[in-house]
Structure formats: structure tokens, C-alpha cells
């Protein structure tokens, strides 16, 4: 077994409220970026897991930049499992990652973050924040990028249904080119680590 995705309300893709007002099974997260190219890209990302010796095992038809994002999301973890309390999981439990693209825009996505919350969600069981959008990706070594465009992405969280956004401490910066609006509907969560990032999307304090 992995996704419940039945007890899941998923909005047909193309349209506006691509994210679901209603919580998602554990495992599934929104997560959305700029590539080089400025184009922005909307997924949901899922994170299924089996019995297994602790592998990764990545969907056939995930974009190169995505792929390596999760590759790299995934080491960092494993070189960290006992302190994150993850060391039995990682050892015992394979992780199936699919990423359904929900704008269509078939372009890369650095999603090292939501990939990281969505296997702690897995693991733990757990939903994420329901409306939660998850932006931000991370080093091999876990040093948090900064995110680029951040004004266009909550634009985009907003216009589609986010009700929450979970962003990079260093971005708070950004914020005055944020419009009044966007604030107004769309609450930002600030995280400075990975696991900090963990526990505000769960909702874990």
C-alpha cells in the first residue's frame, strides 16, 4: 500500500484551485518553482512507500532537475537518519516518488524540500498543513537555497488555491515586492533548516 489518494478531492489539472482546500493523504505534497527559463512549474509531489532495504525509487518520467533535486534531498537524509530519528525507516522502507505536473508546463523543478517533507509525512503517517505549497530546495550538505521569484510563485499559490506557503527564512527579504493581496490569502511559514521545515508543514511544535 502506499497513497489513499480515495479519501483525496484532486481538482482537475488545467485549471485554477489546482490545490486542494481538502488535507492530502500522507506522503502528497504541493510544491512549485521557477526554472531557468523563469517558467514556473506546479506539482504534486508523492511519496509512496514498500518494504525494502532503503532504496530510492524514482517514477520513469521525472525531470532531470527534479530527479537530482530528490537524489540529493535523499543523501542528505541518509547521512542523517539517526539524528532526525529516521534510521529504522531508511534502513527498512523503499520510497516510490511520483510527480504529477499540474500546469502542464513539462519543465525541471527543485523540490529537495517538499520531496523531504513528503517522506516524513510517509513515515510518520501524517497529512501536511491542508492548502500548504512548499517552496525551497537544499544542498547535499542542507543548506537551504534561496528562492528565486518569489512575488510570481505565491501569485501562482494564490490563483490556485494555496492557503499556506512554506518558504526559505532567507526570502523573507523578498517580501516587499509580495503584494498586499497575495499576503492577504496566502500565509507565509518561514523555515532556516530542513527540519524545521518538517515540523511546521506537519504541523509537529
Known amino acids: 500500500e502506499t497513497q489513499e489518494e480515495r479519501f483525496v478531492r484532486i481538482p482537475e489539472e488545467g485549471g485554477r ?8 493523504a500522507p506522503g502528497m505534497v504541493y510544491a512549485a518553482c521557477v526554472g531557468e527559463d523563469g ?12 518494504s525494502g532495504p532503503g532504496r530510492l525509487r524514482p517514477a520513469g518520467g521525472l525531470m532531470r532537475e527534479m530527479k537530482e533535486s530528490i537524489q540529493r534531498a535523499f ?44 517522506l516524513a509525512s510517509a ?8 492548502g500548504l505549497i512548499i517552496l525551497g530546495d537544499l ?3 542542507g543548506t537551504i537555497k534561496t528562492v528565486f521569484s518569489l512575488a510570481e510563485l505565491l501569485q501562482l499559490a494564490m490563483d490556485n488555491g494555496a492557503k499556506r ?5 532567507e526570502n523573507k527579504r523578498n517580501f516587499l515586492e509580495v503584494s498586499g493581496d497575495t ?23
Open 17 to 24: 484551485d489546482l490545490i486542494s482546500a481538502d488535507p492530502l
Open 183 to 205: 499576503l492577504a490569502r496566502v500565509d507565509p511559514i518561514f523555515y532556516p533548516d530542513p527540519r524545521t521545515a518538517v515540523a511546521k508543514a506537519l504541523g509537529i511544535h
Open 123 to 130: 513515515v510518520k503517517k501524517t497529512p501536511v498543513l491542508h
Open 75 to 118: 543523501a542528505y537524509l541518509q547521512g542523517h537518519k539517526v539524528e532526525w530519528g529516521l534510521a529504522k525507516a531508511l534502513d527498512t522502507i523503499d520510497f516510490h516518488v511520483e510527480a504529477v505536473d499540474l500546469l502542464g508546463s513539462a519543465k525541471g523543478c527543485e523540490a529537495g524540500i517538499a520531496f523531504i517533507v513528503a
Open 39 to 50: 517558467t514556473i512549474s506546479l506539482y504534486r509531489l508523492e511519496v509512496g512507500t514498500s
Open 165 to 169: 506557503a512554506l518558504i526559505p527564512l
Open 139 to 141: 544542498s547535499i550538505m
